[in-house]
């Protein structure tokens, strides 16, 4: 039988996009935001800087791997076949940078399986892990909603919630 | 009636690949090479130095638009939900160039609407215009082979061929 097609977000799922906000925000202006401090705003409108930090060289070359999410990709790549899915077209300087990303962490996912693109309702697959409802409310297949600061206070509405990559392991390795 | 959604490749459809790499190669080698003399050899096969030339800063950045390609696609835009679909991932280096290159020749298609892939049977629409058949076989839509030297003597199978793109207005505007 063809192995189920997952699809998998970047910036909130795959890369801890907060602790990289939170880090450039303390080096801009020595506030230290917790991630507590943004729940319900958008990453990027969350901080005061924000906007200007995702268009800043190295931003996304170097966000920090989502805690465990390494080890579970490496698992879930026996039994899915897994494409990254990134919405990387509005931040252009940021598409290189997430490719080389992605050849430092995660070299098992082949370049043939690595998707930028802008509005995701344009991608198929089977599953889709992703923090954004916009992209999970017109996506086909069983979505799961990643948690993170901006959606962690809303109804997840008829998507499933995971907290964390071992929550993933659980749901999917099971 | 929601629009429906057009999927059309970069290389060899809106930009003429064969255009660049025979310029490269007359600049490298002194040989002008003709499209006649390379039908049926995959592009970058094709040309003695076409695997160092694709890596070359600039080459995706410069390539020549198709012909009549700007016209056609404004004309297409008012009657379809236009999506550029680029297996751009094989060269990491044009990720940037073909971004700019979008700006510079197609600025009335948002980044909403550009995908830059590896395996394209991640993509789903209605209607894809491509040369390869790579592409084209594993699309679930209406499928269009545009030709090129390196499918001109190919059975088109289950696709149907346009020359050019006025031969697209015709069959997509008519």
Redesign the interface.
């Known amino acids: 039988m063809a192995k189920k097609?997952l699809?998998v977000d970047m910036d909130g799922v795959l890369a801890d996009v907060y602790a990289q906000f939170i880090a450039y925000e303390f080096e801009a202006s020595g506030t230290r935001f917790k991630r507590e401090d943004v729940v319900g705003i958008d990453e990027v409108q969350a901080f005061p800087n924000g906007k200007k930090h995702v268009y800043q060289k190295g931003f996304f070359r170097t966000i920090p791997v989502m805690n465990d999410a390494v080890d579970v990709m490496k698992q879930l790549s026996a039994k899915y076949e897994i494409?990254i899915?990134s919405a990387?077209?509005?931040f252009?300087?940021s598409?290189?940078e997430k490719?080389?990303w992605l050849d430092e962490h995660f070299p098992f996912i082949?370049?043939?399986?690595?998707?930028?693109?802008?509005?995701k309702s344009?991608?198929?697959?089977d599953i889709l892990i992703d923090d954004h409802f916009k992209n999970l409310d017109y996506f086909s297949g069983k979505t799961y909603l990643f948690t993170q600061p901006h959606n962690s206070n809303a109804d997840p509405k008829a998507h499933e919630r995971v907290a964390n990559w071992k929550n993933i392991a659980e749901k999917l390795l099971g």
């Open positions: 097609r699809l494409f899915v990387a077209m509005e252009p300087n598409l290189f490719y080389e082949h370049w043939k399986h690595r998707v930028f693109c802008g509005d344009v991608i198929q697959g």
